[in-house]
């Protein structure tokens, strides 16, 4: 063994485990802000040949999970307050249309309803090993997840190709965001899950108005932790 670290990929296809892995690794702080990402670390840490790892970086950046330099090398972002005020604004236009969609229908997506129970589970794992660090970190995880599944599902419920496709753009930068300031844990972990409650019933009860309501107040809290989170990461450098 040469001591260099070595990232093993599940059974799926190559290039899908590949970028789940660095996916994961982003989303997770693994990878920090800033930190510089390879074709020739990528093909070297999980053993790929660098067409793969290419074909990796790529699709990550077309999401907004790296971003190009001057010089071409790809590194991970950290949006600043203007940023995330405009991802918020991007979210919430093409969620708006979904839930509007979907409570004129009346229609409940299955996928949403599963992956609000995954978020709830998870939210409990969160509570219940709150001093246990290692337990509450994977918690957390698995809430972000389910978190960033249940508007997957609303938006790809309504059936259009292209709100979706926007929508996946969208939720690149929303999860970096989310995995970077870890903005779920400064608030209680059921608070997300009932204001996800409300969205899933106004959509129930046929009610178009109240169901975009309630998803602007939840976009609204969650684009409020992150800024908040945002300004306290500053004072706290300013004062080192």
């Known amino acids: ?12 296809s190559l290039t899908e485990a590949l970028y789940e892995s660095v996916r994961k690794r982003i989303v997770n702080g693994d990878i920090a802000p800033g ?14 040949a660098r067409p793969t790892a290419k074909a990796c970086l790529e699709r990550l950046t077309a999401l907004g999970l790296l971003r190009r330099t001057t010089h071409k090398t790809a590194v991970v972002p950290k949006l ?39 978020m709830k ?23 972000v997840e389910a978190d960033i599944a249940f508007h997957s599902a609303l938006v790809a ?16 930068e929303v999860h970096l965001t989310m995995g970077q300031f870890q903005a779920h844990r400064t608030t209680d972990p059921m608070n997300v899950a009932h204001e996800h409650d409300d969205i899933l019933k106004a959509i129930g009860d046929g009610d178009p108005e ?3 309501q309630c998803l602007a107040h939840h976009l609204d809290q969650a684009q409020g932790r992150l800024l908040g989170q945002l300004r306290r990461e500053r004072s706290e ?3 080192a």
């Open 157 to 172: 419920a309504v059936g259009s190709r292209r709100l979706a496709r926007m929508h996946e753009v969208i939720l690149g």
């Open 121 to 143: 589970a998870a939210a409990g794992d969160a509570a219940q090993h709150g001093s246990d660090q290692g337990s509450h970190a994977g918690a957390f995880a698995s809430q």
């Open 210 to 212: 109240r169901a975009q």
């Open 80 to 118: 600043d307050e203007a940023e995330i005020r405009d991802l918020y604004f991007s979210r919430e236009t093409v969620e708006r249309a979904a839930v509007v969609a979907l409570a004129r229908a009346g229609t409940v997506p299955p996928e949403a309803v599963r992956a609000q129970a995954a």
């Open 1 to 12: 063994m040469d001591g260099k670290p070595s990232f093993p990929l599940g059974p799926s």
């Open 35 to 48: 930190e510089k990402l390879t074709e020739i670390r990528i093909a070297n840490e999980y053993s790929v």
């Open 237 to 239: 450098e300013a004062h």
